[in-house]
């Protein structure tokens, strides 16, 4: 079946650096990603839209600048947190409608600490 | 109040029962998805649906559009099954897939 993956899996960083996400759809094209985010003991919510070949479309209350997002490629979607602070530390999922199915496949989650 | 609510928020089972899970949202949807998340925090996609009903293998959802509301059964449960299950309305934005408001999950625990 169709895969999502994400990279990396977990990432710790320091007050201030930016971390880059990455999304790909592995056997499939998928020219809209969506990026989630869920806090402990939270629901996920969705954060953004990713379009390839266009802008993101941001979710209310989601800073477009603080969360840069690039789909470079039907395959490949980027979420790049910049100037992380530790209120940013969650759990970053991202999904891909299928192709041929009533369905979303979701990534594996990245994990990020900001300390 | 959420405008994706579920219930109960934690349930424990023992092996082999039947298992139900209700949700319940007050926003115009396309689709009704429901969910399942593991410890590691992974997301498994069980069923999208519109309408009626849907089966597969000891899982079955349903949808009421009228009334607003959907259930996901789970048949002999088995310890495996142990997880959270997230219901998840996609907005009847008439625009893209997968803009979904996400229910705060059920945390199922099935007991050998």
């Known amino acids: 079946g169709a895969v999502v993956s994400q990279h990396p899996s977990w990432v710790i960083c320091k007050s201030g650096t930016s971390v880059k996400i990455e999304c790909r759809s592995l056997?499939?094209?998928?020219?809209?990603m969506f990026w989630y985010r869920q806090f402990p003991k939270q629901s996920l919510m969705l954060m953004a839209t990713?379009?390839?070949?266009?802008?993101?479309?941001?979710e209310q209350g989601v800073e477009k600048d603080k969360f840069l997002i690039n789909h470079a490629s039907l395959t490949l979607s980027t979420l790049t947190v910049t100037s992380a602070h530790p209120e940013d530390s969650s759990f970053y999922i991202c999904?891909?409608?299928?192709?041929?199915?009533?369905?979303?496949?979701f990534g594996p989650g990245t994990r990020l600490t900001v300390l | 109040k959420n405008e994706v609510e579920q219930s109960p928020q934690n349930l424990t089972a023992q092996e082999g029962e039947f298992i139900t899970i209700n949700c319940s949202y007050s926003?115009?949807?396309?689709?009704l998805h429901w969910l399942q998340q593991h410890p590691g925090g992974g997301i498994v996609s069980l069923f999208m649906l519109s309408s009626g009903k849907k089966k597969h293998g000891r899982l079955i959802a349903t949808i009421n559009i009228q009334e607003k509301h959907s259930s996901l059964h789970i048949t002999a449960s088995h310890p495996r099954d142990s997880a959270v299950y997230i219901c998840a309305a996609e907005r009847n934005y008439g625009g893209s897939q997968g803009n979904l408001i996400f229910g705060k999950g059920t945390k199922l625990s099935v007991k050998p």
């Open positions: 999904s891909a409608p299928g192709t041929t199915t009533d369905t979303q496949y």
């Open positions: 056997d499939f094209q998928a020219t809209t």
């Open positions: 926003v115009g949807i396309s689709a």
């Open positions: 990713s379009n390839e070949g266009s802008k993101a479309t941001y």
